[in-house]
């Protein structure tokens, strides 16, 4: 029990959002601990609403768990404050527990004075960082974490140096595991996703962190790119961190300054001359490489790896340098890392190949909510594409995409949202607003982009704007609406 919340064991503490995957799994391991007088919060207007919220937060669950857990949480909550209700009698705890995005919501009002007055606030990624006994890699960035996250947690896994790999953080569909954590007296392995928003509510870091790299996101929350910039390098300025993995081919991470004191440096970028005089994983024509001190250990053909895209090949880098900070790199180890790689099958929703109909390629790519993201999908795919975009606005310069070299865009088809639009003017700026569809429903456009794909080509889903699956998906999800759209229909009886 961490000692900040061991002191409080019989005092309200108060849990807000609980149909999210963070408040929640809080919920649940307090009350786990015998916590009396947990009060959950949710925005939903009522039970119906929170079960359904519920269930989509929790997507890394089978439907079964995701109804044991709900039933577990509504039965040990000592009140649950829901709709107008919501937020009622927080000034009142001893403790707050939110969402990492919680400071967005004008509807926090409440929490942000209880902050300004200095009632005390903690998160779930704190929790696992103080309650983690044995080794501890976080790794953030603007693109890449989740996969880079999962190959760090397979190549650990596959070291056999750790008892139990555990892989939790910010991604939805990782299964949580702070009970598990809390029960580990050492030689267990934990591995974070960690968004930015949760490194601002951080007070100390994983041992070994990484940064994938920094491109322009969430400026609006930041006060521009210094802050953003700023906010991600607390996983190597924070007390605890002494590994810290950097992109040799990113300067934007790079030129964030020299590390403390005591903070050992690894690279990996795409040819050794980016690593400096430092270890780390680096390319060698195409075979993966590994150097360590004075070898260069090699890994595999990077044709083995089962992942699109250079950026892919970056994560892999990025976890294979994560993979040599924890444990000493021998040619046995390697090769177990290597097996590994190639066991390996591209993350949901992460240029993830769901259908192929009639010569066409159907890709989902829903997490890539930023340009730079949804040009390195395009890339990967090596073929000309039907995008299928669009979403809300968070101030993100949309040239990069709408003037993307090799003509990769057939026709980009948009669902409406103020970033649409922002991306509809780049593109209308650059000469090719004629590229430019519109829908308004999913199953709608992705019957459209049937129809505008000619075999050989590929439809891609990459939202390219945030609030694509809060928009979209409430009638179903992309593979669903490929099924329906590429299905033959039935033939209706003569009259």
């Not at 919340?5 to 807000?16: F, I, M, Q």
């Not at 990077?302 to 994560?322: K, Q």
């Not at 709608?444 to 982009?449: D, G, P, T």
């Amino acid at each position: 029990m961490p000692p900040a919340l061991a002191r409080l064991r019989d005092e309200r503490v108060d849990v807000v959002g609980v149909a999210s995957v963070e408040a929640g799994e809080m919920a649940r391991y307090l009350l786990a601990a015998g916590f009396p007088n947990v009060v959950g919060h949710d925005r939903q207007p009522d039970r119906d609403a929170l079960a359904h919220a519920h269930s989509l937060a929790h997507a890394g669950l089978s439907r079964e768990e995701r109804a044991e857990r709900l039933q577990q949480l509504l039965g040990g909550l000592s009140e649950l404050h829901l709709g107008g209700r919501y937020l009622e009698g927080v000034e009142g705890s001893a403790l707050v527990i939110a969402t990492q995005a919680w400071f967005l919501s004008p509807a926090n009002a409440p929490l942000h004075r209880l902050r300004e007055r200095g009632h005390p606030f903690y998160s779930l990624a704190q929790a696992y960082l103080d309650l983690a006994q044995g080794e501890v890699v976080g790794v953030t960035g603007s693109h890449g974490k989740s996969t880079t996250t999962w190959l760090a947690a397979e190549l650990l896994r596959a070291s056999g140096r750790y008892h139990t790999v555990w892989l939790a953080g910010n991604d939805r569909h990782n299964r949580q595991a702070l009970e598990e954590v809390a029960r580990d007296r050492g030689g267990g392995c934990l591995v974070l996703e960690i968004s930015n928003r949760q490194l601002l509510q951080l007070e100390r870091a994983p041992r070994i962190g990484a940064i994938t790299n920094i491109t322009p996101n969430h400026l609006d929350e930041h006060g521009g790119m210094e802050g953003y910039v700023r906010a991600k390098r607390r996983i190597f300025d924070l007390p605890g961190c002494q590994l810290a993995v950097r992109n040799g081919d990113d300067p934007v991470s790079l030129g964030t300054g020299e590390l403390g004191p005591g903070t050992r440096e690894l690279r990996f970028a795409r040819n050794l001359e980016q690593l400096g005089a430092r270890d780390g994983c680096y390319q060698e024509g195409e075979r993966i490489m590994l150097r360590c001190g004075e070898r260069s250990l090699p890994v595999m053909e990077a044709a083995r790896v089962p992942l699109l895209g250079e950026h892919n090949l970056a994560n892999l880098r990025c976890a294979l340098a994560l993979l040599a900070a924890a444990v000493p790199p021998d040619p046995a180890l390697l090769a177990g890392a290597a097996a590994a790689v190639e066991r390996f099958t591209p993350l949901r929703h992460r240029t993830q190949l769901v259908q192929v109909s009639d010569g066409v390629e159907y890709v989902d790519d829903l997490s890539s909510t930023t340009p730079q993201s949804t040009v390195a999908a395009l890339r990967a795919l090596h073929r000309p594409s039907v995008l299928i975009a669009g979403g809300d606005d968070k101030g993100i310069d949309f040239s990069q995409l709408a003037t993307l070299e090799g003509d990769p865009l057939r026709a980009v088809v948009l669902l409406p949202g103020a970033g649409s639009e922002q991306l509809a003017q780049a593109l209308r700026a650059a000469g090719r607003g004629a590229l430019v569809h519109r829908s308004e429903r999913l199953l709608e456009a992705v019957r459209l982009a049937r129809g505008l794909a000619l075999p050989g080509d590929a439809v891609l889903l990459s939202p390219a704007c945030p609030g694509f699956f809060s928009a979209h998906y409430g009638e179903g999800g992309f593979r669903q609406a490929v099924r329906r759209a590429t299905s033959p229909r039935p033939r209706t009886a003569p009259a």
